[in-house]
């Protein structure tokens, strides 16, 4: 066969892959556009808050005195998919659990209520997705090794308890909603709380307490979801609402439908709430709740992707007023719950599927 024949060959059979590819980039692009785009309007329709007093410089508290931890033992899960019927054409699934330890401390915040602190052990990981993650975007990307310091991570996100304690906490800079949460309840995380709000809360309680709690680097979150795995979910390739809470159902939104599964995983229900936090598995760091119930708001400005970002672990801050969420929620499908995923959001909005979780420093070894 000649050059020219098999080239013309070759022109036949992938050009219609490029446009294929070409088609489903844009179909993704504009999957992302709407999503903002309803999350935006969701939040347009929610009460306006009075408006708060510009921020100040917070005073940074001492180091913190040597921690005294104390060990625990869970049960962390993994998800597999196996294929079954004739000609393994159908798809069955088992969960898999194992026993773990880990380190933490506990902070007393009074009337009863508690901080739990997990231990993270510093290391290396590879951040971003790959590109043939699916449901990746290009923000996750470049992929890129970074080295993370130890620190000490809330066992779960804050609580609406412990949201109630904190804010009634002397003033830093601004004033704090004590129950500012769409769906109540004591255990459930708590939620309409902007980043603004976030970091007061960190304030008060460093001062509080004498230790530097502030919001996670994106870094540190990424690092400490993913828990050694390099998998889309720190379960596996795949989950499933037995296992997190967020939108297990299609979704037809403006014509476009965005399935309830991931990869080869089944479908599950829609809660169309939040859950009490620790109501499932948490991950091999001891974490609960980093896939879906809630975003979490990280310290970091928002940047379109890593080119340029610290490779240490540090915020990667910026002049811009958009922040850093991660860990999908329940309002949205799965592959929004990926460790990779990112999304951003203004830093004074105040969202029904918004809140966070702490982090303090680990004190250094004598």
Not at 58 to 68: H, K
Not at 148 to 161: A, D, E, N, R
Not at 298 to 327: F, I, K, T, V
Request: hydrophobic fraction near 30%.
């Amino acid at each position: 066969m000649r050059d020219e024949d098999i080239a013309s060959i070759k022109q036949r059979v992938l050009a219609p892959k490029q446009a294929e590819y070409e088609r489903q980039q844009e179909i993704e692009r504009l999957r992302r556009e709407r999503e903002r785009a309803e999350y935006q309007r969701q939040q347009a329709e929610l009460p306006k808050q009075p408006d708060k007093e510009p921020p100040k410089t917070v005073p940074q508290p001492p180091s913190p005195p040597g921690i005294q931890t104390q060990s625990f033992e869970f049960d962390t899960a993994t998800i597999n998919v196996k294929k079954s019927g004739m000609f393994g054409l159908g798809k069955t699934y088992e969960i898999n659990r194992s026993r773990k330890r880990a380190e933490f401390f506990s902070e007393n915040l009074g009337n009863g209520v508690v901080l739990e602190m997990v231990a993270i052990p510093g290391g290396k990981f590879l951040m971003g997705s790959p590109e043939n993650e699916p449901k990746r975007y290009d923000s996750e990307s470049p992929q890129h090794t970074v080295t993370v310091q130890s620190f000490f991570m809330g066992k779960f996100p804050v609580t609406q308890s412990q949201w109630a304690v904190v804010a009634a906490l002397k003033k830093v800079n601004i004033d704090l909603n004590p129950d500012p949460s769409n769906f109540k309840g004591a255990n459930r995380p708590v939620e309409q709380v902007s980043w603004d709000d976030a970091i007061e809360f960190c304030a008060r309680l460093s001062n509080k307490t004498g230790k530097p709690y502030r919001l996670p680097s994106e870094a540190e979150w990424e690092y400490a979801c993913r828990a050694g795995t390099t998998t889309p979910f720190y379960f596996g390739e795949t989950i499933t609402t037995d296992l997190a809470n967020y939108r297990g159902t299609d979704w037809n939104y403006e014509g476009t439908l965005y399935p309830g599964n991931y990869g080869q995983g089944p479908k599950g229900e829609f809660r169309e709430q939040t859950t009490d936090v620790g109501k499932f598995p948490p991950n091999p760091f001891a974490l609960f709740d980093m896939h879906g119930n809630i975003w979490e708001w990280c310290q970091d400005a928002w940047h379109e992707n890593y080119n340029g970002a610290p490779a240490d672990g540090s915020a990667w801050m910026s002049d811009n007023d958009d922040r850093l969420l991660r860990g999908g929620s329940w309002y949205l499908n799965p592959g929004n719950c990926r460790s990779a995923n990112r999304f951003r959001c203004a830093r004074d909005i105040r969202g029904i599927n918004v809140g966070f979780r702490v982090v303090v420093a680990a004190p250094p070894r004598t």
